[in-house]
């Protein structure tokens, strides 16, 4: 019996799943049941992401094994750095990363899902290569060499490292790491949810993530960091901020970092970045974004509280890392290296029970209409 077509899937569960839970209307997350506000004080990524992948927090022994893993799969083969290096310096980092990814797929097959050693070692690789990637594209595409990972590093330490050749102050790298435990999951959204029909199919791990990877670029999802601090920057000041709103407002214009298909009330994520923002601040001094973007987030509410739309996950987390000299476009492909933990948790958990996703459609067009020859049209 079809069911009713509802838009965007919106409210139509399309798996069962225990990776992760948000209840929209009290603004909760959790992680496998653990409150993302406990794991962004007590845990670290790595530890996130096995929590995520395994379903419960690691012992010290797996963690320091996990760790271990991670850290010595960072490195990229030479001919991947070299494709980089062919790629155009003006490309956007998401291609640049699907790009890399995909390629990752010709060098580790991958190709029997059904091998839990080997999905294991796809999801090391994965997690472990895509920081890489996004910091070889970040240093070739200017003409700078590309930095290897260096081991004794740990995992966000080492990226922000392999961006700037420096080692990043400790503030940077816990700031980094909580931000990476933030984008590391949320339920069945789009790329997730692309991600899983991808490997509904059997398709190789690598494939998988390439696909996810499409999804999350786009603005409506986690492009709209990139365009959140495009915005900031164009507002310039907060004495600008009403005057933009309202323009957006009777323009009936989206403000971008705004709304979500699940959360009604504020996105705990973002309340969680405005108290990194703080603690950042206190040791490099403020942003003037910050201080825009608290006034854009005052002067929306009186306009969009009745719509029940609120700040987002993606409206704080560009002005960290534009704090830390990130530049704007690798704001989503930052977001894509902490979501590999959660696209291939969902990844493991759909292979113990795969059915291809083929959903219905409802036909709208016409029926045994007559072929026409070219001459009489
Ligand atoms: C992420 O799904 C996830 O979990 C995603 C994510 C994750 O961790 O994976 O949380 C990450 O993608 C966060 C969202 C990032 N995107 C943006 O910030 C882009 C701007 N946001 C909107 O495009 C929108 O809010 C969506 C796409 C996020 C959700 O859109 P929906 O659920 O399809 O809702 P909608 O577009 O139908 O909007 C419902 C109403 C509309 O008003 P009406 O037409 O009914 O009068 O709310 C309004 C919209 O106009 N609205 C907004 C708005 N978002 C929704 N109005 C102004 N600005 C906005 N940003």
Same mark, same amino acid.
């Given at each position: 019996m079809p069911h009713d077509f509802m838009p965007g899937l919106a409210g139509v569960p399309a798996a069962r799943s225990a990776v992760s839970d948000v209840d929209g209307q009290a603004g909760v997350l959790e992680y496998r049941g653990i409150r993302i506000e406990a794991l962004c004080e007590h845990s670290s990524f790595l530890e996130t992401a096995w929590l995520l992948l395994f379903g419960r927090?690691?012992?010290?022994?797996?963690?320091?094994?996990?760790?271990?893993?991670?850290?010595?799969?960072?490195?990229?083969?030479?001919?991947?750095?070299?494709?980089?290096?062919?790629?155009?310096?003006?490309?956007?980092?998401?291609?640049?990363?699907?790009?890399?990814?995909?390629?990752?797929?010709?060098?580790?097959?991958?190709?029997?899902?059904?091998?839990?050693?080997?999905?294991y070692w796809s999801a090391v690789r994965l997690i472990a290569k895509l920081p890489?990637?996004?910091?070889?594209?970040?240093?070739?595409?200017?003409?700078?060499?590309?930095?290897?990972?260096r081991?004794?590093?740990?995992?966000? =330490?080492?990226?922000?490292?392999?961006?700037?050749?420096?080692?990043?102050?400790?503030?940077?790298?816990?700031?980094?790491?909580?931000?990476?435990i933030l984008h590391a999951e949320h339920t069945m959204n789009a790329s997730t949810f692309t991600g899983l029909v991808t490997a509904s199919t059997l398709a190789d791990p690598y494939t998988v993530v390439a696909s996810s990877i499409g999804a999350l670029k786009g603005p409506l999802h986690g492009g709209a960091n990139e365009e959140v601090v495009e915005m900031l920057r164009e507002i310039g000041t907060p004495g600008r901020v009403r005057g933009y709103v309202e323009q957006k407002v009777q323009a009936k214009e989206k403000i971008m970092g705004f709304g979500h298909r699940?959360?009604?009330?504020?996105?705990?994520?973002?309340?969680?970045?405005?108290?990194?923002?703080?603690?950042?601040?206190?040791?490099?001094?403020?942003?003037?974004?910050?201080d825009v973007a608290v006034e854009v987030e005052r002067a929306a509410a009186e306009h969009f509280e009745a719509k029940k739309v609120?700040?987002?996950?993606?409206?704080?987390?560009?002005?960290?890392?534009?704090?830390?000299?990130?530049?704007?476009?690798?704001?989503?492909?930052?977001?894509?290296?902490?979501?590999?933990?959660?696209?291939?948790?969902?990844?493991?958990?759909?292979?113990?029970?795969?059915?291809?996703?083929?959903?219905?459609?409802?036909?709208?067009? =016409?029926?045994?209409?007559?072929?026409?020859?070219?001459?009489?049209?």
């Open positions: 927090l690691p012992t010290q022994e797996q963690l320091t094994q996990f760790t271990k893993d991670v850290t010595c799969h960072r490195r990229i083969k030479y001919r991947i750095v070299d494709l980089i290096k062919c790629l155009p310096e003006h490309g956007h980092p998401m291609d640049a990363l699907q790009a890399g990814v995909a390629a990752l797929g010709m060098f580790y097959p991958g190709r029997n899902v059904t091998d839990v050693e080997n999905n890489t990637i996004v910091a070889a594209y970040a240093r070739l595409r200017k003409g700078d060499d590309y930095i290897p990972p081991d004794e590093l740990n995992f966000s =330490e080492n990226f922000l490292y392999m961006l700037t050749e420096t080692v990043p102050p400790k503030i940077w790298v816990e700031t980094f790491d909580v931000c990476l699940v959360y009604k009330v504020k996105d705990p994520r973002a309340t969680i970045l405005q108290e990194v923002c703080g603690r950042l601040f206190k040791e490099t001094g403020t942003s003037p974004l910050y609120y700040p987002n996950v993606d409206f704080y987390s560009g002005i960290v890392y534009d704090k830390m000299g990130i530049e704007l476009e690798f704001f989503t492909p930052i977001f894509a290296m902490a979501r590999a933990a959660g696209w291939l948790a969902h990844w493991f958990e759909q292979l113990k029970e795969n059915k291809l996703y083929r959903p219905e459609q409802i036909y709208d067009g =016409e029926h045994n209409r007559p072929y026409v020859p070219i001459g009489e049209r």
